[in-house]
């Protein structure tokens, strides 16, 4: 009969990360505050109100230009319009590295810190070294207004 084996477990480094990323991007997700885009001076109002339903009232449809986005630095999300009336959300920290993604054009979700792109449609990784997509945010639309949920 042998010995029993003692076995160490450790966890990789993408997995703590993306632990603690992930609970860092549930909490900048549930914060409320100011809406601006990553200019600064072309900051988005938040739509006014209360919605009824619970969530954050981000913008009004018309502030996120279609084939584009917006990044909202504050609540930690960007929203794209894809294709007219289609409204999408994402995580606005990269998932290579965790910098804050600073534009949307041409289609694609982009970081500074090391060049990555993401499809604005989907989230998905267009360029690296990211290699996970942008984690989706859940949005709705009520008329007029952009809603983060809560």
């Known amino acids: ?8 477990v450790r ?7 993306a ?7 549930a909490a900048v997700l549930t914060a409320c505050g ?3 885009d990553s200019g600064g001076s072309d900051a988005v109002e938040p739509a006014k109100g209360a919605t009824g339903d619970g969530g954050n009232a981000l913008a009004k449809t018309a502030d996120i230009p279609e084939g584009g986005g917006k990044i909202f ?27 804050a993604v600073t534009s949307v054009s041409d289609g694609t979700i982009n970081c500074p810190c090391h060049g990555s ?3 604005a449609a989907t989230g998905d990784v267009s360029g690296g070294p990211a290699t996970e997509p942008l984690p989706a945010a859940t949005i709705t639309v009520k008329g007029d207004s952009i809603m983060l949920a809560s």
């Open 19 to 25: 632990g603690v990323g992930a609970a860092g991007v």
């Open 34 to 36: 100011s809406s601006k």
């Open 11 to 17: 966890l990789g480094r993408r997995t703590v990360v």
């Open 73 to 99: 630095a504050d609540e930690g999300v960007v929203v794209t319009q894809p294709k007219a009336g289609e409204f999408k959300a994402f995580s606005s920290k990269c998932t290579h590295r965790g910098c």
């Open 1 to 8: 009969m042998s010995a029993p084996q003692e076995h160490e």
């Open 117 to 119: 792109k993401f499809d």
